[in-house]
Nanobody, 114 residues
Framework: VQLQASGGGLVQAGGSLRLSCAAS????????MGWYRQTPGKQRELVAV???????NYADSVKGRFTISRDNGKNAVYLQMNSLQSEDTATYYC?????????WGKGTQVTVSS
């Protein structure tokens, strides 16, 4: 299973970015897909996850600003990030769970300038 993330970059505070992640290597739909983020010296933290049925869970810090969605047919997950703040600067990792196994993609950097 491979997860390929894209969409990171540099944006000014208040701006928007959309992250995409495509999963390959499995003929089954992933139970859970989502995004975590990490900054140097800190633990990786949940940003948002979504189940195959569409149930979502967000970190309190991003509620109302970020929206997660997925395309089960494409095994893809997306993260629309609006009203970005400097505190959102981090490396964002795509995450997927299938048959109780967890997979991670390589990170994509999001930098928000104030």
């Amino acid at each position: 299973v491979q997860l390929q993330a894209s969409g990171g970059g540099l944006v000014q505070a208040g701006g928007s970015l959309r992250l995409s992640c495509a999963a390959s290597g499995s003929s089954f739909s992933f139970n859970i897909m989502g995004w975590y983020r990490q900054t140097p010296g800190k633990q990786r933290e949940l940003v948002a996850v979504i189940t195959s049925g569409g149930t979502t869970n967000y970190a309190d810090s991003v509620k109302g600003r970020f929206t997660i969605s997925r395309d089960n047919g494409k095994n893809a997950v997306y993260l629309q990030m609006n009203s970005l703040q400097s505190e959102d600067t981090a490396t964002y990792y795509c995450h997927a769970v299938i048959k109780a196994r967890t997979y991670w993609g390589k990170g994509t950097q999001v930098t928000v300038s104030s």
